[in-house]
């Protein structure tokens, strides 16, 4: 997999199987390997409204049964990504007042 990474030019490398791909090696072809918690922590903080958005059209179209932000976001912790979920609902929360 990591020799798809850098032969398709990947600058990221995003898995939750870290022990199987060696970051200084990959850095050393310029990709960046990280979980996928860690990937999308940074996302949240480079582009917060964006998330914020995201979440709200994911509850949007959930309807049968209805899915309101924070049982999506409980969803994402059972997921294995608690980082990015603790910070998005505090985002969402946020723009709730």
Known sequence: MHLAAIA???TV???N???D?????LAARGVTVMSADTYL???AADLPDLVVAAFNNISA???RPPMPVP???EALERAGVSE???RAIALWEDTRG
């Open 84 to 86: 990015f979920a603790e």
């Open 13 to 15: 490398l995003v898995t």
């Open 61 to 63: 179209r959930k309807t």
């Open 41 to 43: 922590c940074q996302i």
């Open 21 to 25: 791909f060696p970051a200084s090696t």
């Open 71 to 73: 049982v999506i976001v």
């Open 17 to 19: 199987n870290l022990p």
């Open 8 to 10: 398709g030019r990947a």
